[in-house]
């Protein structure tokens, strides 16, 4: 399958202070990038879905000043958490897609701690 | 709909037998599923997926069925081996629309 590559793997931050996560179609063109949340032991939510050279979509209850991401180009997406706190301590979690719409692939994961 | 971040079920299995992990989806107009195996500190792994045109379909060990009247989805896993152990996820999608996952659950294998 194709591959899509996220770094960093983990990150750990101050409180307060901003923290972006890229994620990466190596092989392929990724028209539509997603990106997803998960905490321990439960299952992944869709936080936003982007696609190239628009604005992204965010899922209700998700802070899109908060969480603002970028995706510039057929191979990059960015995710910035702004301003983190330690309740956004989570595991962030992208995925992308190319334009025959079918399976998407998924990023190795960004474990994100704030302290 | 949405997942609602339910604590995972867990399934027990002894090495060698066969395992089936189920999952219900609840939108009707979904036409495409996959289910996902995810490790520990990984993301999520493609294992097979299903069209809504099809009511079974088989990969290497792996077997999914869908039955679109009681929306439900299951995967069988044929001998079970230790390296399968980790949480699977089943996940719907309306065409050209959002993937959706489920709730997922664990599975153990013992040796």
């Known amino acids: 399958g194709a591959v899509v590559s996220q770094h960093p793997s983990r990150v750990i931050c101050k409180s307060g202070t901003s923290v972006k996560i890229e994620c990466r179609s190596l092989?392929?063109?990724?028209?539509?990038m997603f990106w997803y949340r998960q905490f321990p032991k439960q299952s992944l939510m869709l936080m936003a879905t982007?696609?190239?050279?628009?604005?992204?979509?965010?899922e209700q209850g998700v802070e899109k000043d908060k969480f603002l991401i970028n995706h510039a180009s057929l191979t990059l997406s960015t995710l910035t958490v702004t301003s983190a706190h330690p309740e956004d301590s989570s595991f962030y979690i992208c995925?992308?897609?190319?334009?025959?719409?079918?399976?998407?692939?998924f990023g190795q994961g960004t474990r994100l701690t704030v302290v | 709909g949405e997942s609602v971040g339910l604590h995972l079920p867990t399934l027990s299995v002894q090495e060698g037998d066969n395992s089936i992990i189920n999952c219900a989806y609840s939108?009707?107009?979904?036409?495409?599923f996959i289910w996902y195996k995810q490790e520990s500190g990984k993301g999520p792994q493609f294992i097979i997926d299903?069209?809504?045109?099809?009511d079974k379909r088989q990969g290497q060990r792996v077997t999914v069925l869908l039955n679109k009247t009681v929306k439900h989805l299951s995967l069988q896993i044929a001998a079970t081996q230790p390296g399968d152990s980790a949480v699977y996820f089943c996940?719907?999608?309306?065409?050209?629309?959002?993937?959706?996952f489920g709730a997922g659950t664990i599975l153990r294998v013992k040796s």
């Open positions: 996940a719907e999608r309306e065409y050209g629309n959002k993937l959706v």
């Open positions: 092989d392929f063109q990724a028209t539509t």
């Open positions: 995925s992308a897609r190319d334009s025959t719409n079918t399976e998407a692939f």
């Open positions: 299903i069209r809504s045109n099809m």
């Open positions: 982007s696609n190239e050279g628009s604005k992204a979509t965010y």
């Open positions: 939108n009707s107009a979904s036409d495409y």
